[in-house]
């Protein structure tokens, strides 16, 4: 067979491979099978060395022609393939903007955190400000300066969250402190009486930290609301007038409390507080354990020995304290039966609120 017929069928293969190319790819292949350096095209042009004088220029020509019809075959169809490619995006990424757009659901605050903001607010109303302070705290701070004895279980590496020794250069205690996960947000009441004169009207509000295992009412990380007041002839009824105005304020003006004696090393006297039943009215029912009670918080008046502390004269000013537990606040308004569906972070109930 001679160059010149080789030359004709490889023109003709070509035109028909370029034309059959589906895609840009494909016809990168054809490209390269052709005239790329080991394409067919240039191996025989590779053979014009061996032909005469007289066979050199017809055959040139020839391949010349070839490469020239090839290449602009190549170019063409490029671009058909890009417009049919670039169509194919355009119908499958076309926005239809006769649909409705997507909306991105917003956020909202977490039942706890509604719960600690309508609490200080219902406070503030009344002219209490807030004040927060340090969740490692020293020992000092968490159990000495509130009256705590030595040998309180509530001291033991048993019950509490310690965390290291510390020389005590940061407390007034003349004993070193140790480092704890504050178990209640009272070491910052003790904090303000020490930089503060009274009058002193303030809420702390902020996490604690206690060695119970979780369950329906009990949690080993909650939110703690603490109340101080100091002052001027305070009494236990102005503590029993403010605690009665922040029930009626956050569960209903229909909702009844009731003072129960109970014991806290840094309060005397002190209660256990309690809000009628919601449910049946303080009739009894099995949310109440048929008592028609709930118990809410506890309370007291500030402890003399908790005044010799922070150097304020107790016979000159007295105060009451009270702490509430911001889940179970949540758990008696919402008649919610456990507290850990507050922490599990199921969407389906979370939205409910």
Same mark, same amino acid.
């Given at each position: ?21 589906? +895609? ?13 350096? !080991? ?64 909306? $991105? ?42 009256? $705590? ?15 290291? +020794? ?9 004993e070193p402190s140790e480092v704890l996960m504050r178990t209640q ?45 100091? +002052? ?29 004696? $109970? ?19 303080? !009739? ?29 004269d107790a016979e000159k000013y007295s105060g009451f304290a009270f702490g ?13 039966? +456990? ?15």
């Open positions: 067979m001679s160059i010149l017929t080789e030359l004709e069928e490889l023109r003709t293969e070509g035109l028909a491979a370029v034309a059959g190319a589906s +895609d840009t790819s494909q016809l990168d292949g054809v490209r390269v099978a052709y005239l790329g350096k !080991k394409g067919s095209l240039t191996s025989i042009l590779r053979g014009l060395g061996g032909l005469s004088s007289q066979e050199r220029p017809a055959v040139g020509k020839v391949s010349n022609e070839v490469r020239v019809q090839l290449e602009g075959a190549l170019d063409a169809r490029r671009e058909q393939l890009k417009a049919a490619e670039l169509g194919k995006k355009i119908s499958a990424e076309r926005l239809d903007i006769t649909l409705p757009g997507r909306s $991105h659901p917003l956020g909202s605050r977490h039942l706890i955190n509604a719960i600690a903001a309508e609490i200080v607010e219902i406070f503030t109303g009344i002219g209490y400000r807030v004040v927060e302070g340090p969740e490692v705290e020293l020992e000092y701070y968490n159990f000495t300066a509130l009256n $705590h004895e030595p040998q309180h279980p509530a001291r033991s590496a048993g019950d509490t969250f310690y965390v290291r +020794d510390l020389s005590g250069d940061e407390c007034t205690s003349p947000t009272s070491p910052v009441q003790v904090r303000t009486m020490e930089k503060q004169d009274p009058p002193i009207y303030i809420l702390s509000p902020g996490k604690v930290y206690r060695r119970d295992v979780a369950d329906p009412s009990h949690l080993p990380q909650f939110t703690q609301v603490e109340g101080l007041v100091v +002052d001027e002839g305070i009494t236990f009824a102005d503590l029993k007038g403010t605690l009665d105005h922040f029930v009626r304020q956050m569960f209903g003006p229909d909702r009844k409390t009731r003072f129960r004696p $109970h014991f806290f090393p840094f309060t005397e006297p002190s209660a256990e507080v309690d809000v009628s039943c919601g449910i049946c009215g303080g !009739k009894g029912c099995r949310f109440c354990k048929n008592t028609g009670w709930l118990e809410i918080l506890g309370c007291g008046m500030v402890d003399p020995n908790v005044y010799g502390f922070v150097g304020i509430m537990g911001v889940e179970r606040i949540a758990a008696l308004k919402y008649n919610i039966p +456990d507290l850990r569906m507050l922490i599990e972070g199921d969407m389906r109930f979370l939205r409910q609120f």
